[in-house]
């Protein structure tokens, strides 16, 4: 098509649709940012993509190699899927210049080894999908770089080595799920997967493996069970080990745990506890001393009280010298008062364990019984005195003699109410006539005069 045979703004309009088909593959559907080709029987890229895509869906095809640079073009491009194809590798610089991926699916493909240059300068990636392929090793630097990285998916693979030691809190503080279930791991190194960042560890899936059962293997997984991982609670009975390796004879450890009995295992405490203390009676004035004995057993913890009248206490933040807070948990109150009663709760912390025990204490502070007695003896005899002079007013009345009557009211005439005249008090031609033969007749309510202000009847 020649653009010039059109004149003026139809030329440029049919210029820029006629650009625009040449933009977006024939095979593809391009809607806004959207660039799909799914299902297209690709098994190359197409040799011109949008430069301005943001989502680019290449799923469902056959797509075995991917050149170096080959989405270089696409500077905006942070979805790119490519899920369902035949991939078996990466070469080098595949993504060179496509640091905007924030989004990137490879699963079900044929990848074998993830190799260290795969995603190198993908600094803005945050989910990273390579489940359900034929993956048996990630080498140690893969993840190197991925700084922003929340999720990563490696689950159905034949993975039996795993580098955790290149996962840390500096190098990835946003990680929140690290999912490597269904492979053929068996033994861990305990010692690196203790080591991972709290919250790499909460959402850390190793359910259907072939894991070994002893004893350091049982030790993290009760203490994630402890806490109430849903990596744990939602895979309850996927989660086996076989004994001596023998396949043959697995079992769902975290509902028998009978092999384990004579595994040595840090209890600091079986669950979160929860101590409500007896209600504490104490005068007002008196010096209080609240303890803070839990399940815990570390000599490194932490405490912090919540008290009904001044908050969150805690070492750093008391500001009263009347309130006192011990390195052992003890909360002293020097000299306790009425508004000092209610619920204090204790939490102890147990920063290397991620575990805490709280108590309770019902604290009442009473008046001296004394001043309770003269209290309540003195309202009540404000009560009965209050009775007796309303007693008095009622019916001890002045006297009825003829001498106290009162002289009658004297009789204020009323008019009468015409409804012909009603017209004169609001028109200006009859009020002033109708003031002047009337003058024995007060009106009840003020007139307005014609300029609006307040009108009062001559006498």
Known sequence: MTCG??????????????????????????????????????????????????????????????NPGSFNRMPRLENLRMAQNQLSSLGHGVFHNASGLRLLDLSSNKLQVVEQHYFQG??????????????????????????????AYFSLNQITHFPFFSIQDH?????????????????????????????????????????????????????????????????????TCSIYGDPRASIRFLRHNRFFHNCTVEKAVSEPVTVLLSNVLVSEGERVRLDCQTSLSSIELSF?????????????????????????????IQAAKVNDSGLYVCTALDIKQALNATREVNVTVLLPAAESFNTGYTTLLGCVVTLVFILIYLYLTPCRCSCCKQPKPPVIPIATYDPSTLTSVFSPSTRESKIQTNKHVAFMEPMLSEEGTEWTPQS
């Open 171 to 239: 190098s990835h503080p946003f990680l929140i799920m690290l999912d490597l279930s269904s492979n053929r791991m068996s033994r861990l190194p305990w010692e690196d997967v203790k080591a991972l960042p709290g919250l790499v560890q909460r959402g850390l899936y190793l359910h259907n493996n072939s894991l070994i059962c002893d004893c350091s293997m049982y030790s993290v997984f009760w203490h994630w069970d402890l806490r109430g991982y849903d990596s744990l609670k939602d895979f309850t009975d996927e989660h």
């Open 122 to 151: 993908l600094w803005r990636l945050e989910e990273l999908l390579l489940f359900n392929n034929k993956i048996a090793q990630v080498e140690a630097g893969t993840l190197s770089g991925l700084s922003s990285l929340k999720k």
């Open 5 to 66: 045979r059109y004149p003026g703004p139809l030329l440029v309009l049919l210029c820029l649709l006629h650009g625009s088909e040449e933009t977006c593959p024939s095979m593809c559907l391009c809607v806004s940012d959207t660039v799909s080709c799914s299902s297209s029987g690709l098994t190359k890229l197409p040799l011109s993509l949008p430069a301005f895509s943001v989502t680019l869906d290449l799923s469902h095809n056959q797509l075995s190699w991917l």
């Open 304 to 332: 912090t009280w919540l008290s009904p009248s001044k908050g969150y206490i805690t070492q750093t933040s008391i500001n009263d010298t009347l309130i006192s807070l011990f390195a052992n948990g003890t909360l002293e």
